[in-house]
C-alpha cells in the first residue's frame, strides 16, 4: 500500500513562495506518474500539474503555467511543486496523487493513490 505525505504548506503573502514536498511510502516510486491537485472551499478538486514516472515529462493546468514547477527525486521517493508568484485565487488545500503507470494523467479519476493534503493560504 503506498502511503503518500505532503508538506510545505502555509500562509503567505500574494506574491510569495512556497515548496511543497510529497513523500511516497510503501511501493515502488519510480515507477509511479504523480500529480498535484488542489481543491478550493466549496469548489471540486481540480488538477494542478504532473510529471512522468522518469520525470522527463511534466504537464501544468493553464492557470499555473510560468508560476509553478513540478520536479521529482526519485532516489528520495519524493515529489515537489514550487509555488512562485501566489496569488489570492491559489489558496486551497493541495493534494498529492500517485498512479500505477509511468505516463501523466490530468483527471483525479486516474490516480490510485492520495495524500492528507496540505493548506496553502495566500493573502491579499
Known amino acids: 500500500q503506498v502511503q503518500l505525505v505532503e508538506s510545505g504548506g502555509g500562509l503567505v503573502q500574494a506574491g510569495g513562495s512556497l515548496r511543497l514536498s510529497c513523500a511516497a511510502s510503501?511501493?515502488?516510486?519510480?515507477?509511479?506518474?504523480m500529480g498535484w491537485f488542489r481543491q478550493a472551499p466549496g469548489k471540486e478538486r481540480e488538477f494542478v500539474s504532473a510529471i512522468s514516472a522518469t520525470g522527463a515529462s511534466k504537464y501544468y493546468a493553464d492557470f499555473v503555467k510560468g508560476r509553478f514547477t513540478i520536479s521529482r527525486d526519485n532516489a528520495k521517493n519524493t515529489v515537489f511543486l514550487q509555488l512562485n508568484n501566489l496569488k489570492p485565487e491559489d489558496t486551497a488545500v493541495y493534494y498529492c496523487?500517485?498512479?500505477?503507470?509511468?505516463?501523466?494523467?490530468?483527471?483525479?479519476?486516474?490516480?490510485?493513490?492520495w495524500g492528507q493534503g496540505t493548506q496553502v493560504t495566500v493573502s491579499s
Open positions: 510503501g511501493g515502488t516510486f519510480s515507477s509511479y506518474a
Open positions: 496523487a500517485g498512479r500505477g503507470a509511468y505516463s501523466i494523467a490530468t483527471s483525479r479519476y486516474e490516480y490510485d493513490y
